[in-house]
């Protein structure tokens, strides 16, 4: 399961507070991006981003903040704007500049608003 | 943009017995379309990938099959085990984004 990894494994959060998740990836991969899955409704995408202090909005954004300093690194702020912030968040990474990307994900946050 | 539709979203077969997803997909850019199976709480596992220049690939159990013209792909399972249990998704990439199917839910009875 090596090479992409995400803290907390479990997080709660108090409404109207930001709460940061993290994502490194060790594979030396470009490409990074952020995923929610609700049950029944599969993977729907945060953000991404294919380069160093470059991302785009998915298709779910509003609520959501992101940031990539690092091609390490790219950690997703969940605001207080999120109405329904609870929900099994995924990183995953991928080799960019290629016509086939195979996805790598890691393990995922299970953020739960009290 | 790229809409992903899969079906099934629940599939029970008896072991031993053969399983079929199906998903559609609407843009003719995607070219590269991976299935990935979920565990409970775990991370979606890549299990059988297609690119768009090949027509049919196997991997043991699993296979998978793309029809570029219909703009539709499978997957195949055979001989299913109760260890195939789990969510199924399948997704096309453009070489940017990938775009998910809701899952299909696989049980498998013993």
């Known amino acids: 399961d090596g090479g992409i990894t995400q803290s907390p494994k479990y997080l709660f959060r108090k409404e109207g507070q930001n709460v940061t998740l993290s994502c490194e990836q060790n594979?030396?991969?470009?490409?990074m991006y952020w995923y929610r899955q609700d049950p029944g409704q599969g993977l729907r995408l945060i953000y991404y981003?294919?380069?160093?202090?470059?991302?785009q909005k998915g298709d779910i954004a509003e609520g959501y903040s992101v940031s990539r300093e690092k091609k390490e690194s790219f950690p997703l702020t969940v605001t207080s704007a999120q109405k329904n912030p609870t929900a099994f968040y995924l990183c995953?990474?991928?080799?960019?500049?290629?016509?086939?990307?195979?996805?790598?994900f890691g393990p995922g946050t299970r953020l739960t608003v009290l | 943009g790229e809409n992903v539709e899969q079906h099934p979203s629940t599939l029970s077969v008896q072991e031993g017995d053969s399983a079929v997803i199906k998903c559609t997909y609407s843009?003719?850019?995607?070219?590269?379309f991976p299935w990935y199976k979920q565990e409970l709480g775990k991370r979606p596992q890549l299990i059988i990938d297609?690119?768009?220049?090949?027509g049919e690939k196997k991997d043991q159990r699993i296979a998978v099959t793309l029809n570029k013209t219909a703009k539709h792909f499978s997957l195949h399972i055979t001989e299913t085990q109760p260890e195939d249990s789990a969510v199924y998704f399948c997704?096309?990439?453009?070489?940017?984004?990938?775009?998910f199917g809701t899952g299909t839910s696989l049980t498998v009875i013993p």
């Open positions: 594979l030396n991969h470009d490409a």
């Open positions: 995953a990474s991928s080799i960019q500049g290629r016509s086939y990307n195979e996805q790598f």
């Open positions: 843009d003719s850019a995607s070219n590269y």
């Open positions: 997704a096309a990439s453009n070489g940017n984004q990938f775009y």
């Open positions: 981003s294919q380069i160093v202090n470059d991302f």
């Open positions: 297609i690119r768009s220049n090949v």
